[in-house]
C-alpha cells in the first residue's frame, strides 16, 4: 500500500467515524463484513491515533 493509499484510507475512515456513517467502514474490512456496535472500536483523540488502530505508519 502507497502513502497516498494509505491516507486515502485514513481520511475515508475519519470521514465515516466523524459524520456516524459505521456502516460505510464496512466494506473496508470485507465486501460482506459487518460490524454491529463499531462506535466502542474506533474512539481516538486524533488522527494519529486512528492511524495507529487501523495499523498505518505515519509518514515521517
Same mark, same amino acid.
Given at each position: 500500500? *502507497? *502513502?497516498?493509499?494509505? @491516507?486515502? @484510507?485514513? /481520511? /475515508?475512515?475519519s470521514d465515516a467515524v466523524n459524520d456516524r456513517r459505521y456502516d460505510d467502514m464496512d466494506a473496508l474490512f470485507a465486501p460482506d463484513f459487518v460490524d454491529h456496535n463499531p462506535a466502542e472500536r474506533w474512539v481516538q483523540a486524533d488522527t494519529a491515533g486512528l492511524m495507529r488502530q487501523v495499523g498505518v505508519t505515519l509518514p515521517q
Open positions: 500500500m *502507497t *502513502t497516498a493509499q494509505n @491516507l486515502d @484510507l485514513c /481520511r /475515508r475512515v
